[in-house]
């Protein structure tokens, strides 16, 4: 699809002129949309080229979150409104403003959908994997494995000084994810809005945030994140997570600026390792966040990476559990240990070749060889029979999980003033996934037939950012 081929024969003048400041280009798996203009404006410029998307989308969240959580997405979609909407209201009408914009445009496009359900969208990684863990035991008979439900998502590194080819920052970052979510993890969202800074970022049809997180802004900032696996906590009265990463990435002109908007009534939802970059200063940092703890690093000289553990003990102690930080049989222990392994082969060379060629490594440290498996940068959990499983109710310990990476974002100092990436949908070694022969080989997943989309070997993709 292209912006050319939208039908705006039934649109009001306001609408069509609206859509004439949009345009969606579909290139190698990604959709490269930019949106432009007031809120309302820009979510509708959304939500009107993104509809069939979303609407193929909540299709498979519908059935993928039943089966396998045993309660319905409307479920999280009612709550989701019920306790984000007055917060969202009180603390970021803007936002609130663009949700309804885009809630607007999917209903014009043929896709009728309220702000309460786009609210619930937004809202589904920590509803599903943050909040209900909480309250699991008020609906559940039987124990459920609450540490489990915070998923170990991306792998990720920033580096600058010595460590870069050219002194300056290179950032990478690849999405860990069940399959049947991130193959809608395709969209690169570039948006000009009124107030605030313009943003690149990858997302999914009708998010106001990035969540997988890869951003880029226009006050030189370049921000990646990845979760920290085994988290609980969650406090339903403060501000949900995607509100205050758009936020921050929206408004914040430099580094502890930033960390200042996404600590502003912290909830504990979607805990990360932050990883951010300001390319002006030439500065990079670490900024760790759980709701009862943080911890905050920062320097002009090195590297730091994410592998989903956190390094504070205190969050990692206190606030986790099941983390994997010492066994290099599960995947956060063997990243933490291939890392710096990666990262020292690299010192002085990091560029944007060398850090497609990082985020591409397959290197099992366990068994000291090229396997791509759960334990590997870049993650082929669908490949891995789990033979050296130590720990069960870790996150996807379980043979052939149709899971892993499903893409690879590299961005320079260059690069970056522009707003401009390469980036690779798919996953982040190139290789392919065949959906129908996956499921012939494991038929255990066949209950997500008609819902798991192949993913073909696709190129690194250059968006300049002009």
């Given at each position: 699809?292209?912006?050319?081929?939208?039908?705006?024969?039934?649109?009001?003048?306001?609408?069509?002129?609206?859509?004439?400041?949009?345009?969606?280009?579909?290139?190698?798996?990604?959709?490269?949309?930019?949106?432009?203009?007031?809120?309302?404006?820009?979510?509708?410029?959304?939500?009107?080229?993104?509809?069939?998307?979303?609407?193929?989308?909540?299709?498979?969240?519908?059935?993928?979150?039943?089966?396998?959580?045993?309660?319905?997405?409307?479920?999280?979609?009612?709550?989701?409104?019920?306790?984000?909407?007055?917060?969202?209201?009180?603390?970021?009408?803007?936002?609130?403003?663009?949700?309804?914009?885009?809630?607007?445009?999917?209903?014009?496009?043929?896709?009728?959908?309220?702000?309460?359900?786009?609210?619930?969208?937004?809202?589904?990684?920590?509803?599903?994997?943050?909040?209900?863990?909480?309250?699991?035991?008020?609906?559940?008979?039987?124990?459920?494995?609450?540490?489990?439900?915070?998923?170990?998502?991306?792998?990720?590194?920033?580096?600058?000084?010595?460590?870069?080819?050219?002194?300056?920052?290179?950032?990478?970052?690849?999405?860990?994810?069940?399959?049947?979510?991130?193959?809608?993890?395709?969209?690169?969202?570039?948006?000009?809005?009124?107030?605030?800074?313009?943003?690149?970022?990858?997302?999914?049809?009708?998010?106001?945030?990035?969540?997988?997180?890869?951003?880029?802004?226009?006050?030189?900032?370049?921000?990646?994140?990845?979760?920290?696996?085994?988290?609980?906590?969650?406090?339903?009265?403060?501000?949900?997570?995607?509100?205050?990463?758009?936020?921050?990435?929206?408004?914040?002109?430099?580094?502890?600026?930033?960390?200042?908007?996404?600590?502003?009534?912290n909830n504990g939802g979607y805990?990360?390792?932050?990883?951010?970059?300001?390319?002006?200063?030439?500065?990079?940092?670490?900024?760790?966040?759980?709701?009862?703890?943080?911890?905050?690093?920062?320097?002009?000289?090195?590297?730091?990476?994410?592998?989903?553990?956190?390094?504070?003990?205190?969050?990692?102690?206190?606030?986790?559990?099941?983390?994997?930080?010492?066994?290099?049989?599960?995947?956060?222990?063997?990243?933490?240990?291939?890392?710096?392994?990666?990262?020292?082969?690299?010192?002085?060379?990091?560029?944007?070749?060398?850090?497609?060629?990082?985020?591409?490594?397959?290197?099992?440290?366990?068994?000291?060889?090229?396997?791509?498996?759960?334990?590997?940068?870049?993650?082929?959990?669908?490949a891995d029979p789990m033979f050296?499983?130590?720990?069960?109710?870790?996150?996807?310990?379980?043979?052939?999980?149709?899971?892993?990476?499903?893409?690879?974002?590299?961005?320079?100092?260059?690069?970056?003033?522009?707003?401009?990436?390469?980036?690779?949908?798919?996953?982040?070694?190139?290789?392919?996934?065949?959906?129908?022969?996956?499921?012939?080989?494991?038929?255990?997943?066949?209950?997500?037939?008609?819902?798991?989309?192949?993913?073909?070997?696709?190129?690194?993709?250059v968006f300049d950012g002009h």
């Open positions: 699809m292209e912006t050319d081929d939208v039908d705006a024969s039934g649109l009001t003048s306001q609408e069509r002129g609206w859509l004439a400041k949009a345009h969606r280009n579909d290139i190698n798996g990604w959709i490269h949309l930019h949106i432009e203009g007031e809120p309302f404006e820009r979510g509708f410029q959304h939500g009107y080229l993104t509809a069939a998307e979303y609407a193929d989308a909540v299709r498979v969240y519908r059935q993928m979150t039943y089966i396998s959580m045993g309660v319905t997405y409307d479920f999280f979609v009612e709550n989701a409104a019920g306790y984000h909407l007055p917060i969202i209201g009180q603390v970021a009408p803007e936002l609130l403003e663009e949700m309804r914009g885009i809630a607007a445009g999917y209903t014009r496009a043929g896709v009728p959908t309220t702000i309460e359900e786009i609210v619930g969208w937004n809202a589904y990684e920590e509803m599903s994997g943050y909040w209900w863990p909480t309250v699991a035991a008020e609906y559940a008979s039987s124990s459920t494995s609450t540490g489990a439900m915070a998923k170990s998502h991306c792998s990720a590194f920033i580096a600058t000084g010595s460590a870069t080819r050219d002194g300056a920052i290179v950032l990478g970052h690849q999405s860990f994810t069940e399959f049947w979510n991130g193959q809608f993890m395709n969209v690169i969202l570039d948006i000009t809005p009124e107030s605030g800074q313009r943003m690149v970022m990858q997302t999914s049809p009708g998010w106001i945030a990035s969540m997988t997180d890869f951003w880029i802004t226009g006050a030189g900032l370049v921000v990646a994140e990845t979760t920290i696996v085994g988290y609980f906590g969650y406090d339903v009265t403060k501000v949900p997570e995607y509100v205050r990463a758009r936020k921050a990435c929206q408004y914040a002109q430099d580094i502890d600026s930033w960390v200042q908007f996404l600590d502003a009534g805990a990360n390792m932050w990883l951010i970059g300001d390319i002006r200063r030439n500065e990079i940092a670490r900024y760790e966040q759980g709701l009862r703890y943080q911890s905050f690093n920062k320097k002009k000289d090195g590297w730091y990476f994410g592998d989903n553990v956190a390094e504070d003990p205190r969050i990692r102690n206190l606030e986790c559990s099941d983390t994997g930080y010492n066994d290099i049989r599960q995947q956060t222990g063997a990243r933490r240990t291939r890392w710096p392994q990666l990262l020292a082969q690299h010192a002085g060379a990091i560029d944007l070749a060398a850090g497609q060629s990082i985020l591409a490594d397959d290197f099992d440290v366990y068994l000291m060889c090229a396997n791509p498996s759960s334990r590997t940068i870049c993650a082929h959990y669908d050296y499983v130590s720990d069960p109710n870790a996150v996807w310990n379980i043979p052939y999980f149709p899971g892993g990476s499903v893409d690879g974002k590299v961005t320079s100092a260059a690069l970056a003033k522009t707003l401009g990436l390469s980036a690779r949908f798919g996953r982040a070694d190139g290789a392919r996934f065949d959906a129908e022969e996956f499921l012939k080989q494991h038929p255990q997943w066949s209950w997500q037939q008609g819902y798991l989309k192949s993913r073909p070997s696709q190129p690194w993709t």
